[in-house]
């Protein structure tokens, strides 16, 4: 006899007040109500009714499976803010030295140990999507074994890379260790420029990787590149990208193009989910934080303060962080009526651009149309 089975890979999650089922193979988040969080939980193999139209549905989102063996199911639930999504620095050494890195390049690497806590601390505390980044990931010595640890839970897995180390051989493995993998093409002599390197090698890496495991592209947009993007758009047309991801480099350099070209851009290109978006009432950063090579836990990679360490435990890492660098909006100095569809932006740029945490992050006020000050990348570079 065959009977309704919650499918693999389908996180059950309460955060808050709220119900969610997350389809980590095929990154999608369903916001559920009691009654559906709860059918979905009791979705163990054993016998289910349910009518057609609505059978087919979750055939079809894959959220549930036909098996005839039972399996019992589970939810982890969070407090708001809920920490769900991790990115682990793995070292911050990398093979190119791009002109608007962040990153100060150290030989450091983070330890299994090191690893192997963060990654089993963000299961257990409700984790949806692991992100593994550098620096670049691929030089660390024992990258495939963390990546091979990491697989053992049903989270989503993403490698952030430049692609440039990737090896036709390795592909089929890595493959079968990760959901995703990013790689950053940043136009094509603008890239070159960028990063000193061939913008068709990282294309090469795109299509040797296409159809075997979901690839994204993500972009920054700089002086180099602004006219290159309709080239860009055909040429990722082709490529078969679940996303193509744009952004602005926070840096205090020449690469800045204005904000109109930045507004053109980024309203005109791109496709899918561009980043990990806020709760309602926080500014960015409710739901994500990254844990450095030594094991120090941060914000972000551009917050250089510590909340402590992952050895103490993410979960008391992350209380700290929420009392510390998540702001709720109605504390910025930002005020618009966009402000809780944009919910403040980037606070990091918010204070390179606008010299205060608290004031407007300006790329977003321009995609908003709301820029109320007249800057520009010569003003930010002075």
Not at 56 to 67: A, R
Not at 132 to 138: A, D, H, K, W
Not at 175 to 191: A, M, N, P, W
Not at 195 to 218: F, P, Q, T
């Amino acid at each position: 006899m065959q009977y309704l089975r919650l499918a693999d890979r389908v996180l059950l999650r309460k955060y808050g007040d709220r119900y969610f089922a997350y389809q980590a193979k095929n990154d999608e988040l369903y916001e559920l109500d009691f009654e559906a969080f709860n059918f979905l939980l009791s979705c163990d193999g054993s016998s289910k009714e349910i009518d057609g139209p609505s059978l087919d549905y979750l055939l079809s989102e894959n959220l549930v499976e036909i098996s005839s063996e039972k399996r019992i199911n589970d939810f982890y639930e969070q407090k708001e803010p809920s920490l769900r999504f991790l990115l682990l620095t793995v070292t911050n050494l990398c093979n190119l030295t791009c002109e608007h890195c962040y990153v100060p390049q150290r030989n450091e690497f983070m330890s299994f140990g090191t690893f192997k806590k963060a990654v089993d601390d963000f299961y257990r505390i409700g984790g949806l999507k692991l992100i593994i980044s550098g620096g670049e990931p691929l030089i660390h010595p024992e990258i495939f074994e963390f990546l091979k640890y990491a697989r053992k839970y049903p989270f989503r897995v993403v490698l952030l890379t430049n692609g440039y180390l990737i090896r036709a051989e390795n592909v089929p493995y890595l493959s079968k260790l990760v959901d995703e993998v990013q790689i950053s093409l940043d136009g094509l002599t603008g890239h070159e420029k960028l990063r000193n390197a061939g913008w068709r090698k990282a294309v090469e890496k795109i299509e040797m990787l296409s159809g075997k495991v979901d690839v994204s592209i993500s972009t920054m947009v700089t002086r180099y590149n602004v006219n290159e993007f309709e080239e860009m758009k055909r040429i990722v047309d082709d490529l078969n990208v679940v996303r193509w991801s744009i952004d602005v480099p926070t840096c205090e350099t020449e690469l800045l193009p204005d904000w109109e070209d930045v507004k053109r851009i980024m309203s005109s290109f791109g496709f899918g989910e561009m980043g990990h978006e806020s709760i309602s009432g926080y500014a960015c950063g409710a739901h994500y934080c990254e844990v450095n090579p030594d094991g120090s836990v941060v914000k972000c990679g551009f917050f250089e303060e510590s909340v402590g360490n992952i050895a103490e435990g993410l979960e008391e890492c992350w209380e700290r962080m929420k009392k510390r660098f998540i702001w709720k909006t109605d504390v910025l100095k930002c005020n618009c009526k966009y402000r809780d569809d944009c919910r403040g932006g980037c606070r990091y740029r918010a204070l390179v651009y606008s010299g205060d945490l608290f004031l407007e992050d300006p790329v977003m006020c321009c995609l908003f149309g709301v820029l109320s000050r007249n800057v520009n990348s010569e003003d930010l570079n002075t």
